[in-house]
C-alpha cells in the first residue's frame, strides 16, 4: 500500500514520520518512506490485514499530528492480473487468472483489438474469469488486462495494464505487427494483380502493332512473283514464248487504247478579196 500527506502545506519544514497497523496487531513504523525534495511525502507498506490505522507523528515519532483508520481494501489499488491464461474452442474463448486476496472487491477487465480495429473492444466479468466468442482466429488479436477496485470501495482503484499479449489461430504469437489475414486484403491484391497483367497485355499488343507498322514503311512488302507468273502455267502450260508473246500483244494493245491522238491543226487558206 502506498499512503501520502500533503507535508509542505500543513506541516512545512517538518519531516513527518508514520506509524501503522493492521487490525489487532502492534503498532509498526513505516518501512519505506516516499521524499520529495529531501521531506518524508509518503510511505511503502504491504498489506497485511483487513482494517488499518494509520499515525502521522512529528520528526521523534512522540507525538499524533493526524490520525485516521479505514477498511484497508478502500485504499487498494491491485497489481494486474498475475498468470493470466487462455482456452479458445473455436471462436470462443475463456480467460483466468490468478484469484486475487478480497476477490469479491475487483471485477476483471479485458480489453482486445486486432490490427484492423480502430478501437478497443472492453469486457468485464468479476474475478477472476471472462468468457467471450465471436473472435476469427485467422486474425491476430491484441490482448491487455487489469483489476479494478469496484464493490469494496466508493472509489474504483484499478490496476495498472498488464503485459500486452498476442493470439492469433489460438496460439501465443510475438506481435501482430504483420498480419496480412483480412480477406478484403487478399482479393484487393489479386485484383491488383489482374489489372496490371491486363495493362502489360494492351501494351505489348500495341507496341507490336506499331511495330507492324513501322516496318511496312521501312522494308516494303516484295510482291510474291508466282502470282505474277500464274498464267504461264495454267494458260501457256508453261509455255513461255506463246506467254511473253501474248503477253506483249496486250501490253500493246492496251498502250496503243491509252495512247492519245494527236492534234492535227490545219491552217485555213485564205481567199482573195
Avoid at 113 to 137: P, T, V
Avoid at 222 to 246: A, C, M, R, T
Wanted: hydrophobic share 30%.
Amino acid at each position: 500500500m502506498e499512503i501520502l500527506w500533503n507535508a509542505k502545506e500543513r506541516f512545512p519544514d517538518m519531516n513527518l514520520t508514520m506509524f501503522y497497523k493492521f487490525d489487532q496487531q502492534e503498532e509498526k513504523q513505516c518501512p519505506q518512506y516516499v521524499h520529495d525534495q529531501g521531506y518524508n511525502t509518503g510511505c511503502l507498506f504491504p498489506t497485511e490485514g483487513s482494517y488499518l490505522s494509520i499515525y502521522i507523528k512529528n520528526p521523534n515519532g512522540t507525538e499524533v499530528l493526524c490520525y485516521d483508520e479505514q477498511e484497508s481494501s478502500k485504499f487498494f489499488k491491485p497489481n494486474p492480473p498475475e498468470n493470466v491464461t487462455f482456452q479458445w474452442a473455436e471462436d470462443k474463448i475463456t480467460i483466468q487468472c490468478k484469484t486475487p486476496y478480497n476477490a469479491h472487491c475487483f471485477v476483471f477487465e479485458l480489453r482486445y483489438k486486432s490490427r484492423f480495429d480502430k478501437d478497443w473492444q472492453f469486457r468485464n466479468h468479476s474475478c477472476c474469469e471472462i468468457k467471450d466468442q465471436g473472435f476469427d482466429l485467422a486474425k491476430c488479436y491484441s490482448f491487455r488486462f487489469r483489476l479494478k477496485h469496484h464493490h469494496c470501495s466508493t472509489v474504483s482503484y484499478s490496476s495498472e495494464w498488464g503485459v500486452e499479449t498476442f493470439w492469433k489461430n489460438g496460439k501465443s504469437a510475438d506481435s501482430c505487427a504483420i498480419d496480412n489475414s483480412k480477406p478484403e486484403s487478399h482479393t484487393v491484391i489479386l485484383l491488383i494483380s489482374v489489372m496490371a497483367g491486363f495493362l502489360v497485355i494492351f501494351a505489348l499488343l500495341l507496341y507490336v502493332c506499331r511495330l507492324k507498322r513501322i516496318r511496312k514503311i521501312l522494308v516494303p512488302a516484295v510482291p510474291d512473283p508466282k502470282h505474277v507468273y500464274s498464267d504461264l502455267f495454267s494458260g501457256h502450260n508453261g509455255n513461255f514464248q506463246e506467254w511473253i508473246s501474248k503477253t506483249e500483244n496486250v501490253l500493246v494493245q492496251t498502250k496503243v487504247e491509252y495512247e492519245e491522238e494527236e492534234c492535227v491543226i490545219e491552217e485555213e487558206s485564205g481567199k482573195d478579196l
